[in-house]
């Protein structure tokens, strides 16, 4: 299984990366995490279906300082399998 999920808010600058990343890697999903230029984060998980709705859960709280405003997620069928989860710079 696989969601796109972006996030928006105030979520760049505050750790929400390295929050996601911890996160995902903790409940053994795979993909990536990254900053997008229009302000929000943008999220590639794969795993189980649980892990990623657990992890979109999280997201929707976001670390201690972020803001988070929406979170949209799409469903997809997995393109390219992942070996670890990385945050982009």
Partial sequence: MQAKIYISGF????G???FVKSN???RGL???VKNIDD????????GAKEMIEK???LCEKGP??????SVKVEWEEEKEHFESFDKIH
Avoid: M
């Avoid at 302000?39 to 794969?46: C, D, P, R, T, Y």
């Avoid at 201690?64 to 405003?69: A, E, I, N, P, W």
């Fill in 11 to 14: 979520v760049q600058g505050v």
């Fill in 16 to 18: 929400f990366r390295w």
């Fill in 24 to 26: 995902a890697k903790s």
């Fill in 30 to 32: 795979t993909g990536w």
């Fill in 39 to 46: 302000g929000k984060v943008e999220i590639l998980a794969q």
């Fill in 55 to 57: 992890l979109i859960k």
């Fill in 64 to 69: 201690f300082l972020s803001q988070v405003k």
